[in-house]
Nanobody, 120 residues
Framework: VQLQASGGGLVQAGGSLRLSCAAS???????MGWFRQAPGKEREFVAA????????TYADSVKGRFTISRDNAKNTVYLQMNSLKPEDTAVYYC???????????????WGQGTQLTVSS
């Protein structure tokens, strides 16, 4: 499956933004995840959602502020980000996996990334 992330931009601290990840093929059966990479840092896990949509997992740093969701009919996964902080500034990547896990090796397909910048 090929992935295309979009929706990044510049937002003030405390604001909200929604990222989208459109798949070229069916996302049904794929667990989907969001990762991010800040300047000078390694890429890190943000959130993941089971292929059924019935289970989600979040990094502690975004828990309670970010919500991952999916619409399998539209082959699209979303990341709703609220109460944004400057430390959320990063390139955000979506990824797809046939396996259960939250680390990069579990995800075999990756989108190109979309930039989020949060100003203070």
């Amino acid at each position: 499956v090929q992935l295309q992330a979009s929706g990044g931009g510049l937002v003030q601290a405390g604001g909200s933004l929604r990222l989208s990840c459109a798949a070229s093929g069916r996302t049904y059966g794929y667990n989907m995840g969001w990762f991010r990479q800040a300047p000078g840092k390694e890429r890190e896990f943000v959130a993941a959602i089971h292929w059924s949509g019935g289970s989600t997992t979040y990094a502690d740093s975004v828990k309670g502020r970010f919500t991952i969701s999916r619409d399998n009919a539209k082959n699209t996964v979303y990341l709703q980000m609220n109460s944004l902080k400057p430390e959320d500034t990063a390139v955000y990547y979506c990824a797809a996996s046939r396996n259960c896990g939250t680390t990069e090796p579990f995800f075999g397909s990756w989108g190109q990334g979309t930039q989020l910048t949060v100003s203070s």
